[in-house]
């Protein structure tokens, strides 16, 4: 099956990509995990990324489809795989949906995770504390949300009107919001 995962930063996509990948035995594929790992090694594109991310901005189309273009492709992703955190902007979905069309493939279903802002922020002030997260540095934090809107959010009425999107609560323990989500997975 391969999978989305839509919604705002800190709505818990990557704690259950984890969950649901491990479940499925399908691949998790974060685009920001990427990136970060890209930082660390200090690879070009880590270099060209840090400050974009650190900003709360995005990183340019291009550059994330090259990414995932790549990464599809690698031999673990033939039965599927969950996207979480890409795509991220109308003309990401619109490039992911050519190049499976150009497989023979396409996107099964789009998980939206709903969780209330005041919530949202919540979460992202703790994952800064706990896990000391550049980008969930306060100031950046209502950027990130701010861009969530502006160009990520778009994504549900893309997604809602070709009939592949789910709304799911985020709202909830994680063991809640994972059986939440394998239900609409599998019925
Ligand atoms: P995430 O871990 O998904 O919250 O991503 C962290 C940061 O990486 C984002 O705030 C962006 O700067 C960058 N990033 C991750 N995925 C994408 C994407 N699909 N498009 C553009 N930038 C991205």
């Known amino acids: 099956m391969r999978i989305i995962f839509l919604g705002p ?20 594929i974060s685009t920001g995990d990427m990136l970060r790992a890209a930082v660390e090694a200090g690879t070009e594109l880590g ?13 340019p189309d291009e ?8 990464r599809v492709s690698e031999p673990d992703c033939s039965d ?6 890409f795509p991220r902007t109308v ?8 190049m499976l069309a150009a497989r023979g493939e396409s996107i099964d279903v789009v ?7 005041e919530e949202v922020l919540r979460r992202m002030e703790s994952r800064r504390a706990s896990e000391g997260r550049a980008d969930d540095a306060s100031e950046t934090q209502r950027e990130r949300l701010k861009v969530y809107e502006a160009q990520t ?19 909830g323990s994680v063991e809640e919001i994972q059986r939440r989500l394998v239900a609409e997975l599998t019925h």
């Open 63 to 70: 550059t994330i489809i090259a990414l995932i273009e790549q």
């Open 153 to 171: 959010a778009p994504l549900i009425d893309f997604y809602k009107a070709n009939g592949l999107l789910r709304v799911v609560s985020g709202v």
């Open 47 to 59: 270099k060209y990324a840090k400050h974009i991310m650190d900003s709360g901005q995005l990183v």
């Open 91 to 98: 003309p990401q979905a619109e490039s992911l949906g050519s």
């Open 80 to 85: 599927g795989y969950i996207l979480d955190g």
């Open 9 to 28: 930063p800190g709505a818990g996509k990557g704690t259950q990509a984890k969950r649901i990948a491990t479940e499925f035995s399908i691949p998790h």
């Open 111 to 117: 998980l939206l995770f709903d969780v209330p802002a």
